[in-house]
């Protein structure tokens, strides 16, 4: 079943929605985390067929709209990394409050991957840890393009039909998933595909190396000649079932 909710953080609406499978519960869940300019559903639906899997697992899952994305309050302008990590907490503290939900683990994509790889240094009791697509340094990415183009041409930035602020861009060079990442106690899935042009693979292989000096236990799958958003039907479905097999060990 579905379940529109919604919960409010530093006076904004945010909009989501639980899946549960059938019963009274408590179920493990798994809070999910878009990437920039994404929503609660991501590229092709992939977040919706990811927790649609794992409620046939027993599981829960809470996809939501950082703030100034989807249907939730707020201006994509005003949005930092440091909103969304602090909209990311509070996504984890409403689980963590209702009767219905046991244990959560957390999945990001993108920029919402290097929300989860912070979000897993601030959180001890997470169960599980999934990484697609990642941000590491973000001035090995998209981000350090944005960068580039404000000190020529000032702000906003102009991306996709969106505005990105100043503050966003002041913000998010201090913020280092890496480091961040290396404190956590649960395991972590890395995900990545070998044709992402939007975050390379490097970055996922850096995530690992933190992971192994940090001796944090991981697994690393690479999904060869997958884009960003693993935008083919056998890529979809390679990313979906190591994923839901690996919170499935994780939390039941």
Same mark, same amino acid.
């Given at each position: 079943?579905?379940?529109?909710?919604?919960?409010?953080?530093?006076?904004?609406?945010?909009?989501?929605?639980?899946?549960?499978?059938?019963?009274?519960?408590?179920?493990?869940?798994?809070?999910?985390?878009?990437?920039?300019?994404?929503?609660?559903?991501?590229?092709?639906?992939?977040?919706?067929?990811?927790?649609?899997?794992?409620?046939?697992?027993?599981?829960?899952?809470?996809? =939501?709209? =950082?703030?100034?994305?989807?249907?939730?309050?707020?201006? =994509?302008? +005003?949005?930092?990394?440091?909103?969304?990590?602090?909209?990311?907490?509070?996504?984890?503290?409403?689980?963590?409050?209702?009767? +219905?939900?046991?244990?959560?683990?957390?999945?990001?994509?993108?920029?919402?991957?290097?929300?989860?790889?912070?979000?897993?240094?601030?959180?001890? +009791?997470?169960?599980?840890?999934?990484?697609?697509?990642?941000?590491?340094?973000?001035? +090995?990415?998209?981000?350090?393009?944005?960068?580039?183009?404000?000190?020529?041409?000032?702000?906003?930035?102009?991306?996709?039909?969106?505005?990105?602020?100043?503050?966003?861009?002041?913000?998010?060079?201090?913020?280092?998933?890496?480091?961040?990442?290396?404190?956590?106690?649960?395991?972590?899935?890395?995900?990545?595909?070998?044709?992402?042009?939007?975050?390379?693979?490097?970055?996922?292989?850096?995530?690992?190396?933190?992971?192994?000096?940090?001796?944090?236990?991981?697994?690393?799958?690479?999904?060869?000649?997958?884009?960003?958003?693993?935008?083919?039907?056998?890529?979809?479905?390679?990313?979906?079932?190591?994923?839901?097999?690996?919170?499935?060990?994780?939390?039941?």
């Amino acid at each position: 079943m579905r379940e529109p909710i919604y919960f409010e953080n530093e006076g904004m609406r945010l909009i989501g929605v639980i899946h549960k499978p059938e019963g009274q519960g408590p179920f493990p869940a798994v809070c999910f985390f878009h990437g920039f300019t994404g929503n609660k559903a991501e590229a092709h639906r992939i977040f919706v067929a990811t927790a649609e899997e794992l409620v046939k697992r027993g599981i829960a899952a809470l996809r =939501f709209d =950082f703030r100034g994305s989807g249907d939730s309050e707020g201006e =994509f302008v +005003d949005m930092t990394f440091s909103s969304e990590v602090s909209d990311a907490l509070k996504a984890v503290e409403y689980l963590q409050n209702r009767n +219905d939900i046991s244990s959560i683990a957390v999945l990001g994509l993108s920029m919402g991957g290097a929300i989860a790889a912070t979000v897993a240094g601030e959180l001890e +009791d997470l169960k599980a840890v999934v990484l697609w697509s990642a941000v590491g340094n973000f001035m +090995d990415c998209y981000v350090g393009d944005n960068v580039k183009e404000a000190a020529k041409n000032g702000f906003p930035i102009e991306w996709g039909g969106y505005q990105i602020g100043e503050d966003f861009v002041l913000d998010i060079v201090k913020h280092k998933p890496f480091e961040s990442i290396s404190k956590t106690k649960a395991p972590v899935l890395i995900v990545h595909g070998t044709k992402d042009m939007a975050v390379q693979t490097e970055q996922a292989y850096k995530y690992q190396e933190v992971l192994e000096n940090a001796k944090v236990p991981h697994k690393v799958h690479i999904v060869e000649g997958a884009d960003h958003c693993y935008c083919r039907k056998d890529w979809k479905k390679e990313v979906i079932q190591e994923s839901v097999d690996f919170l499935e060990k994780h939390l039941l």
